[in-house]
């Protein structure tokens, strides 16, 4: 990840409208890449890399000026609309840009145009996946910038349905059927979201989040509401039990699609239920310890389905249940003493999880196109063996698991942390609880990628390096290394964080 | 006043026996129609709540274009579905009575809970009203949605185009998707509606200045006309249209971001229209709208991208 020096920029730049032009310049550019299918791949990787960059400058200005406020169209709230930037939000965004980039490089392989035995289905792929991802790289921009809890509903909306879009990419049986229920799933998320806007509505007149966290009584419509939408939040993050779609839609989409819908799109809901739930709602004791608990659940319920599964990525999907447990742990600690801290260390969580995921959906991609299958059980007998998917896959796990020096381990560290210092030792014992389980789980295929003494016949390693395999390897590598660099990404946070008095924004 | 609780009783009962009806309906066409009556009904409701934008926007797009788009569904799975168990399974009747408890309670918290709201109910209705002389139109609705809230908009508008892609990404184009051959009844009934339709569409644009009206409920009207077209086969799209079409699917989005951009070229704030030509501005952006909705309106219900030649005389 690239941090721009905010005194090496023109000062052009420096007076831009960031936040709304990485909202609209992707918006642009699906729209560009649906109209020339032929030109799709130059439009979607140059439009990704130009939001990172504009990302990246939108950090920088955030690291040297404080938190920013865009007011569209010039109205102020509670009339207009605000786009909002803080340290949360410019995280999220270069994340996002930075992982869209490497799998977006990693689909503009395993997409490319094949000429004249290209079948209908792959020519589909490659002319809907750009779009799509375009479409959802909007939509997730528009929900990080957001600070209007409806507007909030209407980029849930291109979100889910880009991502449903993307689950059906490959139009096998199973990925549409799955992705079927994805969209009534989400959809009915998104409802009992617009029933809580509804809700805040009705009982304060208002729908900016500004208003609604100067609000300092709960009375019954605001509980209700509260609930309602952090009910369609859970079930568009997957909070288990409201996970059912999710492994069926990760498991059968395409392996950059899945990368994304793991890595990106849960966490857009995951996002906002956070930022509601610290900026916005004074947290409420006992809703915190339910998700806390609902998130102990799933760390359980994820990690033995992902022990039991007979198929490679079904089990990184079952695990990304487990994960998004871990991180909901948070909800039940950010009232405690602790609470920053374990609030960084779920935010650290979320980008750990986002680069870790995504490099290991798309190296269950690789190593299920060298072996035509993905089946753990027959790994260990498989005389061919893709090392560098393998070394990639490998890595992925050391943050998912939580080793140092990862990004998953300082995440982890400060979420135990916070609940060290609040002394809910509760909660410690099911972060190690969840640990020592996704050790077990993702051991599985680790120890098939290491046995060979069933092999039948010689083993065989591609002696090329596949210049595909560089990506899920690259995401590999930026999972472990924002562990070591992470000094700017958590100054950054620090930018307008909820947990300190709130500077007065000029 | 008697009069009316009569009238609101009978609708408020009707609304609530047609959508049991719906729900209980065996026959997948009696259900559509049902759905597309309640719709109606609901429609009737809103302007009984004096909603009347709310009203029209129900019944073009919530029962007319949602009823089309159903009904062509019905008809598409209507070959395919017989013999198919596991689309015929009803749940079974302790679920039923399970989810209807369940939704009993829900529904009685939820109307609990907003009775004990305080009323008058806080708004923002008396900001709306007091900065409309400076939105450039006289319907606070429009000023909402295509001033104080464009950006909104704006993103509603993508929605739409994220459900076209995503049907051209799913439609099936080698399915023949020529619709029924119908009689000449229904010609004399399109000569005669057609260009009734697009001038209703035209003023329906025109009112959402200053009355109830405006670019979803005139492209609701105009996405309408494309279905007639449609259903008469008085056009069938071919392959050399994909083109055009993505063009129009795309309009709405670049024609409203592109206006953000003006505004930022110009030094104002995105979407921040210049205050004496706001009306213009508006209105330009509800035009490119209109058309942009009524032509994706008119592809979800084609339901896939167009493929074949161009038809031959003999088949019309």
């Known amino acids: 990840m690239i941090w721009s020096d905010p005194s090496t920029m023109t000062p052009e730049i420096m007076t831009w409208d960031l936040p709304s032009l990485v909202v609209i310049l992707p918006l642009l550019a699906a729209v560009a890449a649906f109209l020339l299918p032929s030109a799709a791949v130059g439009i979607g990787l140059g439009a990704t890399a130009l939001v990172g960059a504009a990302s990246s400058a939108l950090a920088a200005r955030l690291l040297a000026s404080g938190p920013e406020i865009s007011h569209l169209g010039g109205w102020t709230v509670p009339l207009g609309i605000a786009l909002r930037v803080d340290g949360f939000a410019a995280l999220m965004l270069v994340t996002t840009a930075g992982i869209g980039m490497l799998v977006g490089l990693a689909a503009s392989r395993s997409f490319a145009a094949k000429g004249a035995t290209e079948a209908p289905a792959e020519e589909r792929q490659r002319l809907f996946f750009w779009p799509l991802w375009l479409l959802l790289l909007a939509g997730l921009n528009a929900l990080y910038l957001s600070s209007d809890v409806f507007n909030i509903y209407i980029s849930l909306e291109i979100l889910g349905l880009s991502a449903v879009g993307l689950a059906v990419l490959s139009g096998k049986a199973a990925a549409l059927r799955a992705g079927l229920t994805y969209l009534f799933a989400g959809l009915l998320g998104s409802l009992l979201f617009l029933l809580g806007v509804d809700y805040l509505y009705a009982a304060t007149g208002r729908v900016d989040l500004a208003s609604l966290g100067a609000i300092d009584e709960m009375t019954p419509a605001l509980s209700m509401a509260l609930v309602l939408m952090l009910a369609g939040l859970a079930i568009k993050t997957a909070l288990f039990p409201l996970h059912f779609w999710l492994p069926a839609a990760h498991s059968n989409a395409t392996a950059p699609a899945s990368a994304l819908l793991s890595a990106l799109v849960v966490k857009g809901s995951l996002y906002v239920a956070l930022r509601l739930w610290v900026d916005v709602f004074a947290p409420t004791a006992g809703l915190g310890t339910l998700i806390g608990l609902l998130g102990a659940g799933a760390i359980v319920w994820g990690s033995i389905q992902a022990m039991r599964v007979d198929r490679l990525k079904l089990l990184v999907a079952y695990s990304t249940v487990a994960q998004i447990g871990l991180i909901c742990l948070v909800f039940a600690l950010t009232d405690e003493i602790g609470g920053e801290t374990a609030w960084q260390g779920a935010v650290y969580l979320i980008l750990a999880h986002a680069a870790a995921k995504s490099a290991m959906f798309l190296a269950v991609g690789r190593i299920a196109e060298h072996l035509g299958h993905d089946s753990l059980e027959r790994l260990h007998r498989e005389p061919l063996r893709p090392g560098m998917a393998q070394v990639a896959f490998a890595l992925a796990a050391v943050s998912l698991i939580g080793l140092p020096p990862s990004a998953g381990f300082l995440g982890k560290w400060l979420l135990l942390e916070g609940a060290m210092r609040a002394d809910a030792w509760l909660w410690v014992g099911v972060m190690v609880l969840g640990t020592m389980l996704s050790v077990a789980y993702l051991m599985r295929p680790i120890s098939g990628f290491l046995r060979f003494d069933r092999v039948e016949g010689p083993v065989i390693m591609p002696s090329r390096l596949d210049a595909a395999d560089l990506w899920p390897l690259g995401l590999a590598v930026v999972a472990i290394a924002m562990g070591l660099l992470a000094a700017t990404p958590l100054s950054l946070l620090a930018v307008g964080s909820p947990f300190v008095v709130p500077e007065v924004v000029p | ?316």
């Open chain 2, 1 to 316: 006043m008697l009069l009316w609780l009569v009238f609101d009783l009978v609708l408020i009962g009707a609304i609530v026996w047609l959508a049991w009806a719906a729900l209980a309906a065996r026959d997948g066409f009696e259900m559509i129609v049902l759905f597309m009556v309640l719709g109606l009904f609901v429609a009737l409701a809103w302007v009984r709540l004096q909603a009347p934008d709310v009203a029209l926007a129900e019944a073009a797009v919530g029962s007319g274009i949602t009823g089309a788009l159903l009904l062509k569904t019905w008809r598409h799975r209507r070959g395919r579905a017989a013999g198919d168990a596991a689309a015929d399974a009803r749940p079974s009747r302790a679920l039923g009575f399970g989810v209807m408890g369940l939704v009993t309670v829900l529904t009685g918290m939820l109307a609990a809970v907003l009775v004990l709201i305080p009323r008058p109910a806080p708004s923002l209705a008396e900001t709306v009203f007091a900065n409309l002389a400076v939105s450039g139109v006289d319907n606070p609705v429009t000023a909402v949605l295509l001033n104080f809230r464009a950006y909104d908009t704006l993103l509603e508008v993508v929605v739409l185009f994220a459900v076209v892609v995503v049907v051209w990404l799913l439609g099936d184009a080698e399915a023949d998707r020529r619709a029924p051959r119908l009689g000449s009844i229904f010609f004399g009934f399109a000569r005669l509606v057609l260009p009734v339709m697009v001038l209703i569409a035209g003023y329906l644009l025109w009112l959402g200045g200053f009355a109830p009206g405006g670019a979803f409920q005139a492209g609701a009207v105009l996405g309408a006309v494309g279905i007639v077209l449609l259903l008469g086969r008085l056009y069938t799209p071919t392959a050399a249209d994909r083109l055009p079409a993505r063009l129009v699917f795309g309009l709405g989005t670049v024609g409203f971001a592109g206006a953000g951009l003006a505004t930022l070229a110009l030094g104002n704030a995105f979407l921040g229209y210049p205050p004496e030509a706001a009306k213009t501005w508006i209105l330009v952006i509800e035009a490119m709208l209109t058309v942009s909705i009524a032509a994706t309106l008119a592809g979800l219900f084609f339901g896939a991208a167009p493929s074949g030649r161009p038809t031959r005389e003999s088949d019309r």
